[in-house]
C-alpha cells in the first residue's frame, strides 16, 4: 500500500520534471565533456593507428567550419575526400555554415569560446582586430612562414596579411588569396561587374554585341526585347534579371564608383575624406535604377529575390535578357552547363559576356585586394592540430596539391597530352563537381587562381574571363574611376565606423522604390544618415592630420 | 469553523510567522514540490539572464566575460540615440503593435463567443482544430504562403489578370505591409489565443443560463449579459499583457515578410536590433542597451495598464 501511495502518479510526474529540468541545466551549461562544434577537447584526438606513411602516427579529429555545403551525408566517404584524410591520417567533424548566417554564425561562435579548430571567416577588419586583443584568435607560431613556405607564399600576396602583422604583432589571421600564380591582369580589379546576355535574342532584335556596353545601351537592349519578345517568353520575360545586389553592382557601381560599403569613404581631391551615396554620381545611378525598374525593364519584384533567382531566370528559366555573371571563368562554366542541363542549350551559342561602363563612358569599380575571406583557428586547437592542418593547406596549394583539387587523380581524371597540356579526361558533360562534390579541403587558395588555366574551364570562357580582367585594367587606368583600395580605411576601426556600416543595395532600392521626387528623397536620406557619418569623416581626416 | 478566539495568541507573533509558514508548505508538500521545476526554470531562463543587461552600461570583452568588461556609463546610449534608425524603430514598433492591439486583441475573443454558439460538438471541434492549426506553422512557412498567394504571379494578382485588372503590388507597398501584417498574425495566431477565454467560458456557473432561459433570454443576450461578464477578467489580465508587450513585435513575421520595398514600414524595434547585433560589426553591449530601453518601456506599458485596469474598477495583473 505504502508503495502505490509513494509511486502514485503525482509523485512520478513530480519527479519526472525535476529530472528533465536537471538534464536541461545540465545540457546547457558549459561542460568539458560537450566538444559541440569546438570539437577541439584533446579527448576527440582518436589515437588509432590510421595511416602513417606520410609520418602521422595519430589519427586526429579536426572540427572544421565552412561554407560548401556537403552534397549527401556520406559524401565524407568518397575517393578524393578519403585521399586527404588517408594522406593526413584525420577525420573531419564538419560543420557547414549557411551563406547567409555565414557571419553571425561565426561571430556567435568566436564570442562564445565554441570555435572549431579551423574555420573559414569571412573577413571584417573591426572584429578582427577586436578578436585578436581579446584572445579570441590562435596565434601562429613566430616560424610558421619557414615551416609552411607554400601558404607563406601564397598569403604575402594578400598585402593584408602583413599589414596586420604591423597592427597585431603576430599573425593570427590568414587572408586567403584570390590570386597566386595567375593573376590575370595588373592592376587588379574585382571580379563584379561582368553580365551576360542573351546573344541570339541580341541578334534577333539587331543589338550589336560588343566588350563594354554603357548602362544606357543596356537598357536600350532590354527596351528591344520588351517590344520583340525575340524569345517567345511573353508576359514572363524580364529584359533585366537583377536582384537588389546586382544592380548595386552593374547599374549604381557602373555610374558611382563610391557607392558601396566597400568604398564609401574615400579621400577626395581635396585631400579630405567624403562619403561616396552623397555624391552626385550617386543620385544619377539612382535616376538610372529608378528608370529602369520604372519601365519595367527590372522585374516588377526584384527586391523580392533571394540570392541565385535572378541568374535562375537566365539560365534555368531561359526568360531573362541580361543577367549578371561575375568575371570568373568558373561562373561562366556554370551558367553553361546549367543551361545545357535545362534548357538544351549550347550557352556558347546564346551568351555573350561583357562589361559595363557608367553613362559618361567611363569604368568603374573596385580596385581588388587580392583577398577574400580567411581562414582562422580556435586558440584552444592543439598543437598537433594546428600543425596538422597547416601541412595540409601547405600541401593543398602545391601545384601537386592544386591539381588534386581541381582536376582530380592523374591518370584517371586528367593527364598531360604531348604538348604538355593539362587534358581531362572526365566523360562529356560531367564535372569534377559531380564526380567528387563538396571538394572543400582547399581550404586556403581560392578556385579563382587555377580557374584562368582549369581545362576543365571551355578555353573560351577562360580567354574571355582574361579578357575582362584586362579590359578593365585597362579602361580604369585610361580614364576611369577605379575605387582604390585605401588601407587607412579599411584598417581603420572605430565604434561610429561600425555603426556607419549601410546595407546599401537594400538602402538604394528602398530609396528608387519610394513615392515622390527622387532627388528630394536621396537628400533626406543623406541627411538622416549623416549623424552617423559625420563622426567617422570627422575621425578619419583627424586620423591624416 | 475554528474561531478566531481560538487560534493561539503566539501564532500572531512574527517570530512564529515563520514556523507557521513552514508548516504549511511542509502540510502542502507536495504542491509546493510542483512549483520546483517553474521556479527552477524561472530562476535560471528569466532571473539569470537578467545580470546580462549590466553589459548595456559596459564595453563587452568576450575574454573577460560580462563581469569582467569595463563599465563605460551610459556611452552605448549616447550612440543608440545618435541613430535615426533607433528612434525611428521605436516609433514604428508602437504604431505597428497599437494598431495590432486594437484591431487583433478582440479576435480572439469573438471566435471563442462563436465556438461556444456552436451546439454540434463535432463540429465545434473540428473548426476549433482549424483555426488553431495555423499556430503550429512557423513564419518562414506562413510567409512562404503569403509571397506564393500576393506576389506578382502568385494566385491573387493571377486571377486579377485573368479578370482583365491589373495586378497590385502588395509584397512591394509599404501601405499594405501593415495590413499584411495584422491578417497573416490573426490568421495564425486567433483560434491559439481563442483556447484561454473559451477555458474561461467552460468556467462559467451554468445555472446562470438555465435561469437565463428560463426568464426568456435570447441566446444573444445571454451571451452579452452572462458570457462576456464572466470572461471579463480573462480578457482584461490578456490585455494588460498585450500592452506589456507594446515594444516587442514578432520578429520572425517581419522579418520573414520584409524585403527592400518596405523597408521604411518594417524595420522595428526586433528588426534593428538583429541587424546592429549580427549584420554590423558585432557589439553586443549596443544591442543590450537597445533591448534594456525596450523592457523598460515595456515594464512601464505594463503596470500603466495595469493600474488603469484597476482604475476603472476590473482586475490588474498584481493584486
Not at chain 1, 577541439?40 to 590510421?50: C, I, K, L, R, T
Not at chain 1, 576611369?480 to 546595407?503: H, I, P, T
Request: net charge negative; with cysteine.
Amino acid at each position: 500500500m505504502k508503495a502505490t501511495q509513494w509511486l502514485s502518479i503525482r509523485r512520478i510526474m513530480v519527479l519526472s520534471l525535476c529530472i528533465v529540468l536537471m538534464a536541461v541545466t545540465a545540457a546547457c551549461s558549459k561542460g568539458e565533456g560537450n566538444s559541440g562544434n569546438g570539437g577541439n577537447a584533446q579527448g576527440s584526438n582518436a589515437s588509432s593507428g590510421g595511416n602513417a606513411k606520410d609520418g602521422y602516427d595519430k589519427k586526429l579529429k579536426i572540427s572544421l567550419a565552412s561554407t560548401i555545403k556537403l552534397e549527401k551525408p556520406d559524401v565524407l566517404d568518397n575517393e578524393f575526400h578519403k585521399y586527404w584524410s588517408d594522406k593526413f591520417n584525420l577525420e573531419w567533424d564538419y560543420n557547414y555554415v549557411e551563406w547567409d548566417s555565414w557571419p553571425e554564425k561565426l561571430r556567435l561562435w568566436i564570442n562564445s569560446g565554441d570555435l572549431p579548430d579551423v574555420a573559414s571567416w569571412n573577413y571584417v577588419h573591426g572584429d578582427a582586430i577586436n578578436y585578436i586583443e581579446q584572445g579570441l584568435l590562435y596565434k601562429l607560431p613566430d616560424d610558421w612562414k619557414e615551416r609552411w613556405p607554400n601558404v607563406a607564399a601564397a598569403y604575402k600576396q594578400t598585402g593584408l596579411g602583413e599589414k596586420l602583422e604591423e597592427l597585431t604583432g603576430g599573425t593570427y589571421v590568414l587572408p586567403k588569396p584570390v590570386y597566386f600564380e595567375n593573376k590575370p591582369a595588373d592592376p587588379l580589379l574585382n571580379q563584379i561587374g561582368v553580365i551576360g546576355l542573351r546573344k541570339d535574342w541580341a541578334k534577333a532584335v539587331g543589338f550589336e554585341l560588343k566588350d563594354a556596353y554603357t548602362v544606357g545601351e543596356l537598357m536600350e537592349y532590354a527596351r528591344l526585347l520588351k517590344e520583340k519578345d525575340p524569345g517567345k517568353v511573353g508576359n514572363k520575360l524580364v529584359p533585366i534579371s537583377f536582384d537588389i545586389n546586382d544592380s548595386l553592382t552593374n547599374i549604381i557601381m557602373a555610374n558611382s564608383a563610391h557607392s558601396r560599403v566597400e568604398s564609401a569613404f574615400y579621400k577626395g581631391a581635396d585631400g579630405k575624406y567624403q562619403w561616396g551615396p552623397a555624391n552626385e554620381e550617386t543620385l544619377n545611378a539612382l535616376k538610372q535604377y529608378q528608370a529602369a525598374y520604372k519601365e519595367g525593364l527590372l522585374s516588377p519584384e526584384f527586391y523580392t529575390w533571394k540570392s541565385q533567382e535572378a541568374s535562375q531566370k537566365f539560365s534555368i528559366n531561359g526568360v531573362a535578357g541580361i543577367t549578371s555573371i561575375g568575371g570568373l571563368a568558373s561562373y561562366r562554366q556554370d551558367i553553361d552547363t546549367r543551361m545545357r542541363e535545362n534548357l538544351g542549350l549550347d550557352s556558347s551559342e546564346v551568351v555573350h559576356t561583357a562589361i559595363v561602363l557608367g553613362d559618361d563612358g567611363k569604368y568603374r569599380n573596385l580596385e581588388q585586394a587580392n583577398f577574400w575571406s580567411s581562414i582562422i583557428f580556435s586558440p584552444n586547437i592543439s598543437k598537433e592540430k594546428f600543425e596538422r592542418v597547416m601541412d595540409l593547406m601547405d600541401y593543398s596549394i602545391s601545384q601537386e596539391g592544386q591539381l588534386l583539387l581541381n582536376m582530380g587523380f592523374e591518370g584517371k581524371d586528367w593527364k598531360y597530352d604531348e604538348n604538355k597540356e593539362l587534358v581531362s579526361l572526365l566523360p562529356e558533360g560531367t564535372t569534377l563537381e559531380k564526380k567528387y562534390p563538396s571538394r572543400f579541403e582547399g581550404l586556403y587558395l581560392l578556385g579563382d587562381d587555377f580557374s584562368v588555366v582549369n581545362p576543365a574551364i571551355k578555353k573560351e570562357f577562360r580567354e574571355r574571363a582574361v579578357k575582362h580582367y584586362q579590359d578593365k585594367a585597362k579602361l580604369s587606368t585610361e580614364g576611369g574611376a577605379m575605387a582604390e583600395y585605401d588601407w587607412d580605411v579599411q584598417l581603420y576601426d572605430s565604434k561610429a565606423k561600425n555603426q556607419a556600416g549601410f546595407d546599401y543595395a537594400t538602402e538604394y532600392t528602398n530609396l528608387i522604390l519610394q513615392e515622390g521626387d527622387l532627388e528630394a528623397n536621396w537628400k533626406a536620406w543623406v541627411n538622416s544618415k549623416m549623424s552617423l557619418v559625420q563622426p567617422v569623416l570627422d575621425e578619419l581626416n583627424s586620423l591624416k592630420k | 469553523m475554528k474561531p478566531a478566539a481560538a487560534v493561539p495568541q503566539n501564532s500572531r507573533t512574527g517570530g512564529n510567522k515563520l514556523g507557521t509558514y513552514f508548516r504549511q508548505i511542509w502540510k502542502h508538500r507536495m504542491t509546493y514540490t510542483l512549483l520546483i521545476p517553474g521556479l527552477v526554470w524561472l530562476v535560471l531562463f528569466a532571473y539569470m539572464p537578467m545580470g546580462g543587461l549590466s553589459l548595456a552600461f559596459k564595453d563587452f570583452k568576450a575574454n573577460l566575460g560580462i563581469w569582467g568588461s569595463p563599465w563605460v556609463g551610459w556611452e552605448n546610449f549616447e550612440y543608440v540615440f545618435r541613430d535615426p534608425a533607433f528612434i525611428d524603430a521605436v516609433w514604428k514598433t508602437l504604431a505597428i503593435n497599437v494598431t495590432k492591439l486594437i484591431i487583433q486583441f478582440p479576435f480572439p475573443i469573438m471566435l471563442a463567443l462563436l465556438l461556444n454558439e456552436l451546439r454540434m460538438s463535432r463540429y465545434k471541434k473540428v473548426m476549433q482544430t482549424v483555426f488553431t492549426f495555423p499556430h503550429f506553422l512557423s513564419w518562414i512557412v506562413v510567409s512562404g504562403i503569403v509571397i506564393n498567394v500576393l506576389s506578382h504571379d502568385g494566385l491573387i494578382n493571377s486571377a486579377l489578370t485573368l479578370f482583365g485588372a491589373q495586378p497590385i503590388n502588395f509584397m512591394g507597398s509599404e501601405k499594405l505591409f501593415v495590413p499584411m501584417v495584422i491578417v497573416t498574425d490573426i490568421w495564425k495566431s486567433a483560434g491559439w489565443g481563442a483556447i484561454i477565454y473559451l477555458a474561461a467560458i467552460s468556467g462559467i456557473d451554468m445555472d446562470q443560463y438555465e435561469s437565463a432561459q428560463i426568464d426568456g433570454a435570447t441566446r444573444l443576450q445571454q451571451l452579452f449579459r452572462i458570457t462576456l461578464p464572466n470572461i471579463l477578467p480573462t480578457i482584461t489580465v490578456m490585455f494588460i499583457l498585450s500592452v506589456g508587450g507594446l515594444m516587442s513585435s514578432g520578429f520572425d513575421q517581419i522579418f520573414n515578410l520584409m524585403n527592400a520595398a518596405t523597408k521604411n514600414a518594417a524595420e522595428v524595434l526586433d528588426v534593428y536590433i538583429y541587424r546592429i547585433t549580427f549584420q554590423s560589426a558585432t557589439d553586443f553591449s549596443f544591442s543590450s542597451a537597445v533591448s534594456l530601453f525596450r523592457s523598460i518601456i515595456n515594464m512601464a506599458l505594463l503596470l500603466i495598464a495595469d493600474r488603469a485596469a484597476k482604475w476603472m474598477g476590473g482586475d490588474g495583473l498584481f493584486r
